[in-house]
């Protein structure tokens, strides 16, 4: 998969977060999702079928890892790398959303150019390249 063309979907109910990164994967060459809130995100994955997922843990109607367990519950979906990128940063936050299947986990603030790296090697994974 080619990384100027990979599609991610980004789920935050922070507005400016979502703007400043979107204008960071777009400058990329990645195609970009939004979504606001859990139930959003949700429709869009399935809709939308992006390469790949960035996903807040706190959003209205659903959280996170509620939205993760219900990706990686979905045949359609399930192989979806999830980075969940998030201000919980305790190790029981961590852990749960590792064990519920997330691909990687930043937390709040963060470095916009780690998350890109971290979105093209997991990408590069999915498409059977190291």
């Not at 060459?29 to 939308?48: F, H, N, Q, T, W």
């Amino acid at each position: 998969m080619n990384g100027a063309k990979a599609r991610v979907l980004i789920c935050d109910d922070d507005p400016l977060l979502l703007e400043l990164m979107e204008f960071r994967l777009r400058a990329k060459g990645y195609e970009v999702i939004k979504a606001v809130d859990g139930a959003e995100a949700l429709s869009k994955a399935e809709r939308d079928a992006p390469d790949i997922i960035v996903l807040d843990a706190m959003m209205p109607k659903a959280d996170g890892l509620e939205v993760l367990a219900r990706i990686k519950g979905d045949p359609a979906l399930s192989e979806t790398p999830v980075v969940m990128l998030t201000a919980r940063k305790g190790e029981k936050d961590i852990v749960s959303a590792l064990e519920k299947g997330a691909d990687d986990y930043l937390v709040k603030p963060f470095i916009p150019e780690e998350l890109l790296a971290r979105l093209a090697r997991l990408l590069a994974r999915k498409s059977g390249r190291r």
